[in-house]
């Protein structure tokens, strides 16, 4: 069964950066699919952030556009969400997810990590 | 961006009865014969959990109690007979246009 699980800070300072790491597990991050990150803000409210997909291309939210980067290892399986000049706005928990690329809905989640934008 | 919004926000109903949760979109969401309107299931502390793809779609392993259906901007997500583990907070979600985005959600509790 694929898996995905999400790591890194829990805690970054505002106008630092954020960097998280997603490592797929049962499926190569090369094979089909989009790779996405996901936030929930507290309150609960759901943005898309963007993806990267099977080829290496990659889509991003607008609001975020200046901000995001999302990029791959393959030889680990993994791919990475930096997002730069954060606030505290930016405290949100943070999932990565997979998306059949023309399909486009998220069919595999990973658990979720909290970060907390606070000085 | 495309607006989605949920009704009602929460909602409660009781077990064995029937649970209907509608999404509107501010803008069409179907194309290519498509609607590209999805749901998830979220319980406390978990990520959502996709029950239905493209409006009307069953997700594997989703039980049958759970059904879809609309299309452009009016879509309904059905739980029938509503079961005790059915309390969650429940999500639509559109992907037809970037970005995607989510509705804010409509919590289900049992009465």
């Known amino acids: 069964d694929v898996q995905l699980q999400e790591s890194g800070p829990g805690l970054v300072k505002p106008s630092q950066s954020l960097s998280l790491t997603c490592t797929v597990t049962?499926?190569?991050?090369?094979?089909?699919?989009?790779w996405n990150w996901i936030r929930q803000f507290p309150g609960n409210k759901l943005e898309w952030m963007g993806y990267?997909?099977?080829?290496?291309?990659?889509s991003y939210n607008p609001s975020l556009k200046s901000r995001i980067s999302i990029t791959r290892d393959t030889s680990k399986n993994q791919f990475f969400l930096q997002l730069n000049s954060v606030t505290t706005e930016d405290t949100a928990t943070y999932y990565c997810?997979?998306?059949?690329?023309?399909?486009?809905?998220?069919?595999?989640w990973g658990a979720g990590t909290t970060v907390t934008v606070s000085s | 961006d495309i607006v989605l919004t949920q009704s009602p926000a929460s909602l409660a109903v009781s077990l064995g009865q029937r649970a209907t949760i509608s999404c509107r979109a501010s803008?069409?969401?179907?194309?290519?014969?498509?609607?590209?309107m999805h749901w998830y299931q979220q319980k406390p502390g978990q990520p959502p959990k996709l029950l239905i793809y493209?409006?009307?779609n069953l997700e594997s392993g989703i039980p049958a109690r759970f059904s879809g259906s609309g299309s452009r901007t009016d879509f309904t997500l059905t739980i029938n007979p509503v079961e005790a583990d059915d309390v969650a907070t429940y999500y639509c979600?559109?992907?037809?246009?970037?970005?995607?985005?989510f509705g804010g959600g409509t919590k289900l509790e049992i009465k």
């Open positions: 997810a997979r998306q059949p690329l023309r399909l486009r809905y998220f069919d595999v």
């Open positions: 049962g499926y190569s991050i090369t094979s089909d699919y989009a």
């Open positions: 990267i997909s099977y080829s290496g291309s990659t």
């Open positions: 803008e069409s969401v179907d194309s290519y014969g498509n609607s590209f």
């Open positions: 493209r409006a009307s």
């Open positions: 979600q559109q992907s037809n246009e970037d970005p995607y985005t």
